[in-house]
Every structure is written in structure tokens, then in C-alpha cells.
């Protein structure tokens, strides 16, 4: 297929069927950023209310570069992956303190910040200042390498690399902001994982569906072996709140607060003996239902134990902080935290 016939059929497509509403189709750097940001890994029924909310309180660059990073997260939390949020702040800080609040124009620009890899950049600079640039996220892989035929996991290298070059002679030269959002649309709401042909605007001239292969391309990834790890959470608690502790700067929900934990599934007996010295009295320990949560590289086994206090709790460990239940909602946490509070409290 030519560029020009899969760029008019694309742009045609998007004008007449695709998402024309969404609160950051705007020109606006800014929003297009915090938004491209939020898209990454969450999908945008999600992010309509958390980008609505983020905006009200940080509605510019300057506001956000001021925030703390206790604030930002009570905006991230539920979202996820929250590397992202502490990204953007820094990034926003770049540009407020050593560019004066002047966003970049240029993708190249844009990759130096932290956190901003190529199709965020380029999804930017298109949307903001019509640069002629090409995304190429997991959906635009998946819709470009069925109608071509390209049998090949997405994450091979060398596919990576042809699909910039095949991605990057199929834009236009016109309607450019119509067509990425084309890109996006399409793969996520008609050739998705489990693809709708019969909708498709391509389905005359794809080539996995001519060989009857759209659910065989993209072939699978090849396999990480994941590993499994498990902590036991202490959920400190009486009627007033409970205690959480503020994760360390490193390893995962860092900076976030969480419960509690310690390395392996432990007893009852061994729960008890950690909390000696934890000037706490305590009424009752029940073990609640343990569950899993999948990090990219391992699985993790949370092993959640419930202590019932006396109200008079004291209980200083480092970085812990006794939280009253109606605070709960303000406070950036882990999402299988946060559940787990909101099932215990419920
Ligand atoms: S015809 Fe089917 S497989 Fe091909 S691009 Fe359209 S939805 Fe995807």
C-alpha cells in the first residue's frame, strides 16, 4: 500500500470514527505532556478522571514544578507505575528553572527530559507544534506489523528498527495531528489485541487478514521468566486509624507510603516477636487472605496480618506516621494497598 493511501484512509477514518473529545485534544504542551505521560501502560477511560483531577490542581508547568512529591502522589496513586509521576516532576522543574517555563519544540529536546522516551516525545511536538514526527507505542507496532505482514515478536530489536523506518514513510504531509490520533484510535479501539475486522478501514488491503493471521501477529514476546517474592504487611489499626510507614527511596513504591513489611511469609509467632519493642499494646493479631501483585519482573505474595491497638497507640518505628481513617483517602500509596486498607475499613 502506498504512504499517501494508508495516511488519507487513516486520516478519513479518525475524522468520521475515531475519539474527538478527549480533554487533552488540545494544542497545549503541557496538557499534551501530562497526558502522554498518563497514556503510557493506562488506558484512557482510566485517565479521564485523573488527568481532570491533576488539572484543577496543577493546572501549568509552574504549578507543578512547586509541588511536593507526598502531593503529587495522592494525584498518582491508583494509576500506577508511579516512576512516572517523579519523572514529570523533575522534568517540570527543568523546564520552569533552566528554560524559564518555555516547553521544547524539537523531539530531540523533549527525549532529554526524564522519563520522555521517543513516541511520548514525538506524540508532543506533533500534537503542539505540528512537527512531522511518528509515534510508535505497543498499539501502532501491532496495528503496522499486521498490515504488513510482519511475522516477528514487537519486541525484537531489529523489527523495533524497521517499524521506525516503515512508521516514519507513512506520515503525511497534511492533518498531521488527525492522523497520530488515527494511529492511536485505531490501535486501540479497532485492531486491538482481539481485532475487529468487520470496522477495520484496512481490512481490504491487510495483509494478516488476508493470510487469516490477525490473532497470530504480533508472535508472543519471548518470555521472562518472572520471579515470585513475599513480604508480610502489618496493618497496625484501631477505630481511629492506622500506621503506615513511608517507603524508602529505593526499590519499589518508593517514596510512597505503605504498610509495614517485612522479607517472607511469617508466622503469627514471628509477627509478634517483630513488633516487641514497637511500643504498641496490643488487643488481637488475625492473619487476613493473602494475594498476589505483578511488578514487570516478579510476582509479588503479600501476606497481610491485621493488629488490633489500643487507642492510645504511640508507636514511632522510622519514617512511620499514625493516619486517621478519613486522611486515608489524601495519602499516596501502592494500589494493592490502598485495597486492602479499603477492604479492611469497608
Ligand atoms: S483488518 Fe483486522 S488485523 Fe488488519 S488492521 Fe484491521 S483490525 Fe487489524
Redesign the pocket.
Known amino acids: 500500500m502506498l504512504p499517501e493511501e494508508f495516511s488519507n484512509t487513516l486520516i478519513k477514518w479518525q475524522k468520521e470514527s475515531g475519539r474527538n473529545n478527549l480533554p487533552w485534544q488540545v494544542t497545549d504542551p503541557y496538557k499534551r505532556w501530562v497526558s502522554e505521560i498518563m497514556l503510557q501502560q493506562t488506558q484512557v477511560a482510566t485517565v479521564i478522571e485523573y488527568y481532570e483531577r491533576f488539572m484543577r490542581r496543577f493546572p501549568t508547568v509552574q504549578s507543578l514544578a512547586q509541588a511536593s512529591e507526598d502531593e503529587l502522589m495522592q494525584y498518582w496513586s491508583g494509576l500506577g507505575y508511579y516512576s512516572r509521576a517523579r519523572n514529570m516532576l523533575r522534568s517540570a522543574k527543568i523546564i520552569v528553572q533552566d528554560n524559564q517555563g518555555v516547553f521544547p519544540q524539537k523531539r530531540l529536546d523533549w527525549e532529554k527530559l526524564p522519563g520522555v522516551g521517543r513516541s511520548t516525545a514525538a506524540a508532543v511536538v506533533a500534537f503542539s507544534f505540528g512537527e512531522k514526527e511518528t509515534i510508535l507505542d505497543g498499539n501502532v507496532k501491532r ?1 503496522l506489523m ?2 504488513y505482514g510482519i511475522e516477528a515478536p514487537s519486541d525484537d530489536k531489529e523489527v523495533t528498527k524497521h517499524l521506525w523506518e516503515l512508521a516514519e514513510s507513512l506520515l503525511p504531509d497534511h492533518d498531521l495531528p488527525r492522523y497520530i490520533q488515527g494511529l492511536m484510535d ?1 490501535g486501540a479501539t ?2 486491538a489485541r482481539k ?3 468487520d470496522v ?4 481490504n488491503c ?1 495483509e ?2 488476508r493470510q487469516e493471521k ?1 490473532n497470530e ?1 504480533p508472535l508472543p514476546k519471548k518470555r521472562l521468566s518472572r520471579s515470585q517474592k513475599e513480604w508480610t504487611f502489618l496493618l497496625l489499626w484501631n477505630d481511629d486509624g492506622c500506621l503506615l510507614q513511608k517507603r524508602s527511596e529505593q526499590g519499589v513504591w518508593r517514596g510512597l507510603y505503605s504498610l509495614p513489611s517485612v522479607d517472607g511469609d511469617l508466622s503469627e509467632e514471628e509477627v509478634m516477636e517483630t513488633l516487641k519493642g514497637w511500643n504498641v499494646k496490643i488487643r488481637n493479631v488475625q492473619r487476613l487472605e493473602s494475594f498476589p501483585h505483578d511488578f514487570s519482573h516478579f510476582r509479588l505474595i503479600l501476606h497481610p496480618f491485621a493488629i488490633h491497638v489500643s487507642d492510645d497507640v504511640t508507636a514511632t518505628k522510622a519514617n512511620t506516621r499514625w493516619v486517621r481513617l478519613k486522611e486515608l483517602p489524601d495519602i499516596g500509596m501502592p494500589a494493592p494497598i490502598r485495597s486492602l486498607l479499603e477492604r479492611f475499613f469497608a
Open positions: 496495528v499486521r498490515i485505531l479497532v485492531c481485532p475487529k475486522c477495520c478501514p484496512f481490512a491487510c494478516a487478514k490477525q501477529i
